[in-house]
């Protein structure tokens, strides 16, 4: 179970799961790209998952910043250290000393 919370303004589209299925059996071009689109998140998700345990905080933080700049610029520290999965105070010195160079 998951919540989500847009930090700016967006917009949500939503379709019911019986409807979803029924694209995925009548559309095979659909059909295709679901099954593209989930290898790719699988991809996505072991590769975060390796890089939690394996590259310190600092290089996790470093990607992030370099992927995706606007997300850094938007979110609240709080939820760019969860994402990093490390407290808001190791993201601070983490910041600090990508700042000074050390």
């Given at each position: 179970m998951e919540n989500i919370q847009a930090l700016t303004d967006t917009k949500l589209w939503k379709i019911r799961f019986e409807d979803h299925q029924e694209l995925f059996h009548r559309i095979?071009?659909?059909r295709e790209w679901g099954r593209s689109w989930m290898a790719a998140e699988l991809v996505h998700s072991k590769n975060r998952a390796i890089a939690m345990i394996t590259?310190?905080?600092?290089?996790?933080?470093?990607r992030l910043i370099?992927?995706?700049p606007i997300l850094i610029q938007q979110a609240p520290l709080k939820h760019i250290a969860s994402y990093l999965g490390i407290t808001d105070t190791s993201l601070s010195r983490i910041r600090k000393e990508i700042v000074h160079g050390n």
């Open positions: 095979p071009e659909f590259e310190p905080a600092t290089s996790r933080y470093l370099k992927e995706k």
